[in-house]
């Protein structure tokens, strides 16, 4: 399992993670539906950005506390109504992204792991969230609004006839929409990163 090493566990390295937090935090504010996709209530940000860039530049381990800091950020400003559910489950998404592109870029850090590692963190967080939804997510959502699945699988059979079922709505409406979103946030991830990453590997 990789860990950050003393040696790189510094104040300074611990700076750079903050301020990469607070990043991401702010970018949970810009944010956009894909109506043509999937329901208004599900948008797109680039707030995993600077946890990507801060696993490949850091470590894996750093893409995690990242991830940590910007959902701690938003109970603790934004506060939530989903009884911390829905941040728990942003930061295990978050995470999993993180840190199984940052574990792949780490081993041998050349561009073309770069991109192994996004496309595979980009399948293991839809993954991961299709699962959260079906099981947690969708249930905790109509319970906590008092409405019933049917309203959220109605939303998606507006977009495609072909969902039926709260099933057919993760495979058809969920999972394109996280493959999409893993797809804008890798592509910005490899357009930037060498221009960054020079300012965070700086002692």
Avoid: C
Avoid at 60 to 69: D, E, N, R, S
Avoid at 88 to 103: E, K, M, Q, R, W
Avoid at 156 to 169: E, F, H, P, W
Avoid at 173 to 185: C, W
Wanted: positive net charge.
């Amino acid at each position: 399992m990789y860990t950050i090493s003393k040696d790189t566990w510094n104040t300074k390295t611990m700076v750079k993670i903050s301020v990469l937090g607070v990043i991401s935090f702010i970018l949970m504010f810009f944010e956009f539906p894909l109506p043509w996709l999937a329901p208004t209530f599900m948008k797109v940000d680039i707030s995993d950005l600077p946890s990507l860039i801060g696993a490949f530049a850091i470590g894996p381990m750093a893409g995690v506390i990242i991830q940590f800091l910007k959902n701690l950020l938003n109970v603790l400003i934004e506060g939530t109504t989903t009884a911390v559910v829905g941040e728990l489950a942003n930061f295990v998404v978050g995470s999993v992204f993180a840190y199984t592109a940052g574990i792949i870029y780490h081993r041998k850090k050349t561009f073309n792991r770069a991109v192994v590692g996004l496309i595979l963190g980009t399948v293991a967080m839809t993954v991961v969230i299709t699962l959260a939804n079906y099981f947690i997510m969708f249930p905790l959502y109509a319970k906590l609004m008092g409405l019933d699945m049917q309203v959220f699988i109605d939303m998606g059979k507006a977009i495609n006839n072909n969902i039926t079922d709260l099933r057919s709505l993760m495979l058809m409406s969920v999972v394109p929409f996280n493959l999409l979103k893993g797809i804008i946030v890798t592509a910005i991830t490899l357009l930037i990163y060498k221009k960054v990453s020079p300012i965070l590997k700086k002692q």
